[in-house]
């Protein structure tokens, strides 16, 4: 297990314990009450005078439910950027390293590196941050995560079986719909993962579920194991 797989599995813990912690509240949202004994007590209306309105009967259950997405979605959102910092990490450490062909790593991305970008810098590995950096940009203009993914495997030589990528794409692609689609499911994602998600026919926006989020963590988690395993295996990374 590499330091970046177990920095990794450290944040995407937490944020699932935000999940948890988001269910709890909304599975015991009778417990928030104004000036009431018992449970998530607030005390002073003044400090929180919007959410003073909404602390009664249904309203009080909308919120905490509304609350519940909102953690969820964010969690989904991290698991993609914790998947991409991995990557971008192995890939910088690999380079520092020099374990693996520079004209490999670099291949039909265009990298252009300005004079006083090096002059700005102070040493060999801040270079080789600004390479990595740039590289990055240009896979991320790939619209779609397998490929970012191929090329990453192609670039360092990385076996993973194909039941591994294609149980965590629905998750990867999902953080699309979920950042520039505000939940709504576009044609590609209908078509793709109906079944996965028991899409409805009207397109009707994303709700998130327990499971959602449990597969999610599960899922992206086997597929950086996996891709730390080999390379951990064949010396690349520590």
């Known amino acids: 297990m590499s330091k970046r797989y177990e920095l990794f599995k450290v944040k995407t813990e937490k944020f699932f314990i935000d999940c948890e912690f988001a269910e709890y509240i909304a599975k015991n949202n009778s417990l928030l009450r104004i000036n009431s004994g018992g449970g998530f007590l607030i005390k002073r209306k003044s400090q929180y005078p919007n959410l ?53 790593l670099i291949g039909d991305n265009n ?12 040493t060999y590995d801040d ?42 794409m629905p998750y990867l692609d ?24 028991n899409l409805p026919s009207n397109r009707k926006k994303l709700r998130l579920y327990h499971k959602t989020v449990n597969d999610a963590f599960e899922k992206i988690t086997i597929l950086v194991k996996t891709i730390d395993d080999d390379l951990m295996n064949r010396g690349l990374i520590k």
């Open 52 to 104: 003073s309105k909404v602390l009664n009967g249904k309203q009080r259950s909308d919120i905490a439910n509304h609350l519940v997405q909102t953690i969820y979605s964010s969690f989904i959102k991290d698991l993609y950027e914790e998947l991409y910092l991995y990557l971008k990490g192995i890939l910088f450490e690999i380079a520092i390293f020099k374990h693996w062909d520079a004209e490999r």
């Open 174 to 197: 999902l953080r699309h719909v979920l950042t520039h689609n505000d939940g709504y499911p576009d044609d590609f994602f209908m078509k793709k993962y109906q079944s996965v998600f």
């Open 111 to 122: 990298v252009d590196v300005k004079a006083k970008e090096i002059i700005n810098v102070s």
């Open 127 to 168: 270079v080789v941050n600004i390479v990595i950096e740039k590289i990055f940009r240009s896979l991320e203009e790939e619209r779609r995560t397998i490929k970012l993914l191929n090329k990453i495997k192609n670039k360092l030589g990385i076996i993973i079986p194909n039941s591994i990528v294609e149980s965590a």
